[in-house]
């Protein structure tokens, strides 16, 4: 049995804050890098990530955040309890890890926008804006990529494209250390702590994730990393080690910002948090000044890059959301509704569903559809898991009214005022994959409630262990490889073992050796809700073995001689647009669903 003597807030904040420095600075060394148009080869990669790992461990070697430990007696059969569903966690993820190592991601956006992203900057050697004419090219360059960013270095280091799906994983232990690290600020005892952040692994959306390279993950890890350390400074603002923390906070909110732009909403509420009650504190007005000069500092060199690029080529610094004060457009682009596509993205028959049903509903998975519901990886009808509103909701509440009796700290509601006003500013908050880090704030509450159970807590643990392993067992049995429409949406949807796309990779292989494709414009669809300019994703494996430009549907000789003279070697064209005359005087080659292929090799 480990020794819980040895298990204490600091350890667990000193590897939460290594964890978030060599995010940050993997991020920052490769942006800069890329910049100065630097290629980032293989020994290069493995370079900037060494650099990241040391510079985390000079960062938290004398990081002090000292906490009077909190010990709680429990019973040898929860004791066991506890240790056994961790060492399950990690197995789990180990699971997870092999599975996102063997199976190609099938999702329409990470073949759309995620995969290729990362195979133009390994195609270059660096990160960079990519041809504006491809598919979908304002989502490949106008979403933040921190996430992508690692998976690049990652693959890089590795020459191994296999791995390109795994970063969600990667980020899944800052979110572990964090909700550990919020627990014990809380009050509670370490097995507690690690118990409840061992079930984060469980939940169904970073089950679902795990074989893709959607950055939902991912940006929950970040999130809840991000409250971590803002609770953190809130605890130790008057410590020697404050204006350490205060560089810590930025880095971790520069991460937030630089995986997903929704989290500027997140940051900004957190930081006015911070700020009130700094102040309520009687925190000294200069070292608040200091200490945001510092995080400011942090968040430009992390996340500065994104916005100011996105400026320069987009117009918008959110790109291509454009950015609208009391009807004044400052910057010009789409509204975030149209962009998100929200009435799309809602399912029919919940569109005139007031908010709080649409998010009832999911919380509870739509019960009678589960398990479908937790099958697809957007996580449109459920996601969160059974552990969310059966014990996470009510160990919420539970620790409200115990906060007002003195018997949970006031710190409590602090983290439960950032959450809530953080859920409230989501967009389609409704939706649990957009919503994941709601865990910062209903993990740690399960510690606390279970502390205040201690003489029932082994039938309480071991039923949420069961509940947890039983549903995480049945989501990862629907996963792997496989591929099936929203069953509430489709549920006469054919179930398929392979993206059908990879029909259209072989036939193009097997037609010659093209490595670069002139692409038309794919906006339509090839089977329902599935997208042709997915095929993108699809020719991207293995990274950066094809080059790819843009082409528009009313192709020009001149554009066609245009396209010979830099050396294209073919163009893959939509059949679903008319055929341009240039091309109708080439042989098209069928590849199926909807494409053909045109030679322009000699």
Known sequence: MIDDNKLNFQTFFRLLAGLIVFFACAQISAIALSLAKIAITQYTAIGLLAISILAAFIFTRDLITDLPETHLALPVPARYTIWITAGLAILFFGTLFTAAYICPDMTCDGNTYHIPAISAWSQTGYIHWIDDQLPCAKFTNGYPKAAEVISFLITTAADNSKLTNTFNLIFLPLA???????????????????????????????????????????????????????????????????????????????????????????????????????????????????????????????????????????????????????????????SIDKVINTTAN????????????????????????????????????????????????????????????????????????????????????????????????????????????????FPAILLISVIALIEALTCFHLQPCKFKPDPLLDPSAPFTSELPLASVVRKLDSAGSFRSIALSPMQHEYCPGRWKSEILGCLSMPLGDRKFRGITENLTADELDALKAHRVDCIIWNCDLPIPPPLRKLSPIPLGHGFSLYSLQK
Request: proline share 6%; with cysteine.
């Open 176 to 334: 572990a250390t964090a909700i550990i690290a919020i627990a014990m600020l809380l009050g509670s005892a370490p097995p507690l702590a690690i118990f409840t952040a061992s079930l984060f692994i469980f939940v169904p959306v970073n089950i679902a994730q795990a074989f893709t390279t959607y950055i939902d993950s991912a940006f929950a890890s970040a999130v809840i990393a991000f409250i971590a350390v803002s609770m953190t400074l809130i605890h130790f603002h008057n410590k020697p080690s404050a204006l350490r923390l205060w560089l810590l906070l930025g880095l971790a909110a520069g991460l937030t910002i630089a995986i997903k732009p929704t989290g500027i909403a997140i940051v900004l509420i957190t930081f006015a948090v911070i700020f009130l009650i700094l102040l309520l504190k009687k925190s000294p007005v200069t070292s608040l000044i200091a200490g945001s000069l510092f995080a400011a500092i942090a968040i430009i060199a992390v996340a500065g890059y994104w916005y100011l690029r996105n400026y320069y080529y987009g117009a918008s610094p959110l790109y291509p959301v454009g950015i609208n004060l009391m009807g004044i457009a400052l910057f010009d682009g789409e």
């Open 346 to 457: 809602t399912p029919a028959f919940m569109r005139n569903w007031p908010d709080i049903l649409k998010t009832a509903a999911t919380w509870l998975q739509f019960f009678p559809a589960w398990p479908e519901t937790i099958r697809q990886e957007d996580s449109r009808f459920g996601g969160l898991g059974f552990i969310w509103p059966l014990a996470c909701v009510p160990a919420t509440i539970a620790c409200i009214a115990l906060t007002f009796r003195k018997f949970v700290s006031n710190s409590y509601l602090i983290l439960f005022a950032i959450v809530l006003l953080a859920f409230i500013a989501a967009p389609m908050h409704w939706w649990p994959r957009y919503t994941l880090w709601l865990y910062a704030l209903g993990l740690p509450a399960l510690t606390l409630a279970l502390s205040r159970i201690s003489k029932n807590i």
